[in-house]
Every structure is written in structure tokens, then in C-alpha cells.
């Protein structure tokens, strides 16, 4: 062969085993079990035979992303199967693709190279109609809502302060301000509306925090869609619809199964936006993964600022998590950007940039420890790193007492040997009794906990709050949301509210401008900066380069 094989073509290449073998080997009793196809299946948590959550969390987290890219999914996968490869029973969870970014400028989310999940096509398109659920219940809320306001609005919401709005799972800018009911008085009441892209929507959040069905009706039930003419919250229980809304989402709320290349079982269910959301899968996918394993492998989006804390503050809080370990994935290349090199010239090894942009990686790296999670660094190596580069990254790593391994799960698969030498520094890690507490108590008032992130994660040296958020923080107090923990909406690429400081800044200020409760989801977020909830697509979409062939095969998914 000639060249890289693309993701694409080592999927399709790869041997995938009926998901039956996979789910009989994850000790998935049939019973349990509801197929999509041969090679996909919803785990019914009800019907599992399994004992309660005990199996340990490792959640894989990154340095500030970068366009030169990280490898997040491609190292959680990979480790996982190298710790499968040393004999542990293990399990990934994983997020599901958004359509919008697949068509878009990312590509597949299905990690790359050898360490990938199958079938990556269908997990990148459609897989269990998951999103299409998500997508009724928001759209079905909306309509309900509307419907309500044409026939005589006993509720008393006023059309003007809508918080919700409708979704598409597509990166689509023409629908981001609409105005909906024109056409006289029989077509609905006139007003303002727009579209989110799905994984934006409060319901995916809703989704992926529920611990049950139950959970998930009542949390329905406490979004804020709205407010009244006299500025009194309206929630979806004033409406009356949560039930036809947990009846849409019954199917979806199962977990499902797919595997690995090396044939290690995944859960793959939800996928909130990192920003405006959390950035984990479903909690009851992770907690069903630790029914059925002893070590859990799981991601959250962006960076450890963002992920990595609101996995500790707002997941693991409402599940009762503890992770007992947190892989750092760097890369030389990115920690060469970092440390100010233009992306064009990464491929040239240059100890400098790698020595000025470390300190990303260091202050992500000690800001794990705030948690009390013992840290390991994954480096995941690129074609062209060079050895002195990564001898110079891995002697870094130890003169800071941090354990770091080079991983080439991507070139040599968590199958191959790859990634033995971080599986077995996160076994070591798993060892090391935990600590792990929360960043910070609910008790502490909203602007208290945006200030301790922004201090003590960012490295702010305060917080400064826009007129409108200072409103927002008294309605806050006043409808008794207080004790909620906060969701920075930040961007990914520093640690400040400006995408263009890199490295590790210091002697700066955070600017939220605005603070948009989720009651249902149950957190506040924060909106520093201008944070986009319905993408657009680049002047060239990956979707020039798809295509399928006669015979239904995929050509061109990345
Ligand atoms: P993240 O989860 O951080 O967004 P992914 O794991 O999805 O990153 O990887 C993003 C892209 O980078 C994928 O197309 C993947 O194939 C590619 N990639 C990841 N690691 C490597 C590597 N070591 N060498 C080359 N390409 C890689």
C-alpha cells in the first residue's frame, strides 16, 4: 500500500465481530439486549444483569485543543484496548457524533487510525437515531409552547423572552434568527425565533445528566423555556409536557454497544456541546459501563479548563463519581503552537516552541491535582515528532514528578502494542488511593464559583461581571438557583476569554457577559465571549469529499 490509509479505510478494513459476541464477552445478558443492525444494540440498564456501578473511571481529557488536533477519542480508545490487551476487564464510553460537525470541518468523531470504534460510518451517521429523539423532544416543546400561546395563553408567556429555541442537528447559519407565524392570525402568534444545532439543546444536557427515566421526566419537567409578561419562570411541568416528552426519549435513553478495532466494547450514547453544555456522555452510559467493568475509559470535550473540570464539578456530582485517574493528552505539535509556532511549520523539530508552549501543559496538569486525581500525560505521537522532541517532553514530564508515556495508539493500534506503556503507568495510577473532591461547594454563591474557576483553573486574576450578568446573578438568587454548580462557556483554545492567547497566560481578567440558567439540566452557564450554538459550515465541507459507492459503501468520511 501506498501512502496513510485514511480512518476510513483501516474501519473498513478492520474484522467486526456480531455484536452479540461482543455483548456476550461484556457480560451483557441477552435479555438485556435490543439490536440495530448486527453491529449496533441498546442496552436496556432495567433488564441488565449486572451488579450495582463499582468499576473505576478514567477520564481522558487534553491540553488546550489546538487545530494542529490532539487525539482525545483516538487515546481514549486506544488505551482502553491496551488495557484490555493486559488482561483488564474494560469498558469506553464515548460521545455521539454531531451530523452538523461530521459534514462539516471536523470529520468523524469516532477516534482515528488503529484505534477507532465500528462501524464508523453508522456511529458518524444517524447510528441509533439517538439525535433524531433529542431533536423531536425540542422541536415537539417548541410547538407545544407556540400552540399554547395561539390558543389563548393562560400561562401568560410572553413571545419576546423565549430562552429555548428549535433544533436541527445540522450546521445550518441561514436558520440562526427567524421569525416565526407570519401569515395572519390562523398560522400562530408572530415572533422571533431561531435554530440550535441538537447538541446545543438543554434536552441533550437533560439527557446525558438523568440517572434514570424517572430522572430524566422530572428533569424535563424543571426546564425554563421562557418567562411571563411579569417575568415569572415557565417551566415545561407550568406546560404539562414532560411526560409526552421522557415517552420520546424512552428508547433513545438506552446506552449503546458498538466496539473497537481490537474489539473491546463501547458505549456510545449522547454528546452535548462542551461549551454551552458539559461535553460528557450520558451518565447512565457511564454508570452502565461500570456495572459491567472494572475500568471505564471515558472523555470530555475541549480542554482539561473546560472538560476536565466540569466532568468533576457537574457530572461527577450528579452521579456520585469519583475518577480515580486523568490522562492529560498532549501532543508535540500542539504544544509546539502553543508555544507560538505557526501551524505550517509544526512538522520542523524545534525544542524551543516545544519548551515555551509546555507550560500549558503544566498548569492543565497541576489543575488535575486540584481535584485529587493523580494525572498521567499521553503523548500521542505523530509521524513527525522527532525523538529528540519527545525525549525532551518525557524528561519534562518526570522533572515534574508527572507520569507521561508515549502512546501511538493511532499508528499502532491499543491492540498492538501502542499503548502498553500508558496502560500500565494508569494502572499504576489507579493504585494510588483517591482524593477526589470538588472544585467547589454549591453552597458558595454563582459569582463565587465563577471567580474560584476562573482563578484557580484559568489563572485569572479576577472575574468581571457585565451589567446585564449582574442582573441575571440577583433573578438567579431570587428564583432560588443559587445552589446550582456553573457551566463556563469558554473558548477551548486558551485559558482565557481570547482565543488567540496561547500558552499559559497570566495577569488577566474574565468577562462574563451573561448567565443563562438550565434548571432542568441543572447548572447555570456562564457566557464569556460570544459562544455559537448554531455553527456554520467552511467554505469547503467535508461533505464535498463524501460519496457512496453502488454498493452502499462509504467513501470519504474521515
Ligand atoms: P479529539 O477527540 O481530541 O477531537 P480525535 O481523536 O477525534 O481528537 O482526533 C482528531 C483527528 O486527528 C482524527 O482524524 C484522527 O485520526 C487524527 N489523529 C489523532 N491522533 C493522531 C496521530 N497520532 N497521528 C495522526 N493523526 C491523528
Request: charged share 20%; glycine share 12%.
Amino acid at each position: 500500500m501506498t501512502g496513510v490509509p485514511s480512518d476510513l479505510e483501516i474501519a473498513r478494513a478492520a474484522r467486526i465481530r456480531p455484536i452479540e459476541e461482543i455483548a456476550a464477552a461484556a457480560g451483557v445478558n441477552p435479555g438485556a439486549l435490543e439490536f440495530y443492525g448486527r453491529y449496533k444494540a441498546k442496552i436496556d440498564p432495567g433488564r441488565l444483569d449486572a451488579p450495582a456501578p463499582h468499576g473505576r473511571v478514567v477520564l481522558v481529557s487534553a491540553m488546550s485543543p489546538t487545530p494542529a488536533g490532539e487525539g482525545k477519542s483516538t487515546t481514549t480508545v486506544g488505551l482502553a484496548d491496551s488495557l484490555a490487551r493486559a488482561g483488564r476487564n474494560v469498558m469506553i464510553a464515548l460521545r455521539e457524533p454531531s451530523l452538523g460537525p461530521v459534514l462539516g470541518m471536523k470529520g468523524g468523531a469516532t477516534g482515528g487510525g488503529y484505534s477507532q470504534v465500528l462501524p464508523m460510518d453508522e456511529i458518524n451517521l444517524h447510528f441509533t437515531g439517538d439525535f433524531h429523539a433529542i431533536t423531536s423532544a425540542n422541536n415537539a416543546l417548541m410547538a407545544l409552547v407556540d400552540n399554547h400561546i395561539y390558543q389563548g395563553n393562560a400561562l401568560n408567556i410572553d413571545p419576546r423572552r423565549m430562552t429555548f429555541k428549535r433544533v436541527l442537528d445540522m450546521n445550518d447559519r441561514a436558520l440562526r434568527e427567524v421569525v416565526i407565524g407570519l401569515g395572519g392570525p390562523s398560522q400562530g402568534v408572530p415572533r422571533q425565533d431561531g435554530f440550535d444545532i441538537t447538541v446545543a439543546s438543554e434536552i441533550m444536557a437533560v439527557f446525558c445528566l438523568a440517572t434514570d427515566l424517572a430522572d430524566l421526566r422530572a428533569r424535563l419537567g424543571r426546564i425554563t423555556f421562557g418567562y411571563t409578561y411579569s417575568r415569572v419562570p415557565v417551566t415545561v411541568a407550568d406546560l404539562g409536557v414532560q411526560g409526552a416528552l421522557a415517552l420520546l426519549l424512552k428508547e433513545a435513553i438506552k446506552p449503546n454497544l458498538v466496539q473497537t478495532i481490537a474489539g473491546t466494547p463501547a458505549l456510545v450514547h449522547g454528546g452535548p456541546f462542551a461549551n454551552i453544555a458539559h461535553g460528557c456522555n450520558s451518565l447512565i452510559a457511564t454508570q452502565t459501563a461500570r456495572r459491567l467493568a472494572d475500568i471505564v475509559v471515558t472523555e470530555a470535550g475541549f480542554g482539561a479548563d473546560l472538560g476536565a473540570e466540569k466532568f468533576m464539578d457537574i457530572k461527577a456530582r450528579v452521579g456520585g463519581l469519583a475518577p480515580s485517574a486523568v490522562v492529560v493528552v498532549a501532543t508535540v505539535r500542539a504544544l509546539k503552537m502553543q508555544g507560538g509556532m505557526a501551524k505550517d511549520d509544526l512538522t520542523r523539530p524545534d525544542l524551543a516552541a516545544l519548551e515555551a508552549g509546555v507550560e500549558n501543559l503544566r498548569r492543565h496538569v497541576r489543575n488535575v491535582e486540584k481535584f485529587g486525581v493523580a494525572p498521567v500525560v499521553a503523548i500521542n505521537r505523530f509521524a513527525s515528532d522527532s525523538e529528540e522532541e519527545l525525549d525532551w517532553l518525557l524528561a519534562w514530564c518526570a522533572a515534574q514528578g508527572v507520569p507521561a508515556a508515549v502512546a501511538d495508539v493511532w499508528g499502532r493500534g491499543g491492540g498492538g502494542d501502542g499503548g502498553d506503556d500508558l496502560a500500565a503507568l494508569v494502572l499504576q495510577a489507579l493504585d494510588v488511593p483517591g482524593r477526589f473532591r470538588h472544585l467547589y461547594p454549591l453552597e458558595l454563591p454563582v459569582e463565587d464559583k465563577i471567580r474560584t474557576i476562573a482563578q484557580e483553573i484559568y489563572g485569572a486574576d479576577g472575574v468581571d461581571f457585565s451589567v446585564p450578568a449582574l442582573r441575571r446573578l440577583a433573578d438567579i438568587e431570587r428564583n432560588g438557583w443559587g445552589g446550582l454548580p456553573v457551566c463556563m462557556a469558554k473558548t477551548q483554545y486558551s485559558f482565557t476569554d481570547d482565543a488567540s492567547r496561547l500558552g499559559a497566560p497570566k495577569g488577566f481578567t474574565i468577562h462574563v457577559r451573561d448567565l443563562l440558567p438550565k434548571t432542568g439540566a441543572g447548572f447555570i452557564v456562564a457566557l464569556t465571549g460570544a459562544v455559537m450554538t448554531m455553527p456554520g459550515l467552511p467554505a469547503a465541507p467535508a461533505a464535498l469529499r463524501m460519496d457512496v459507492d453502488p454498493d452502499g459503501n462509504p467513501v470519504g468520511l474521515t
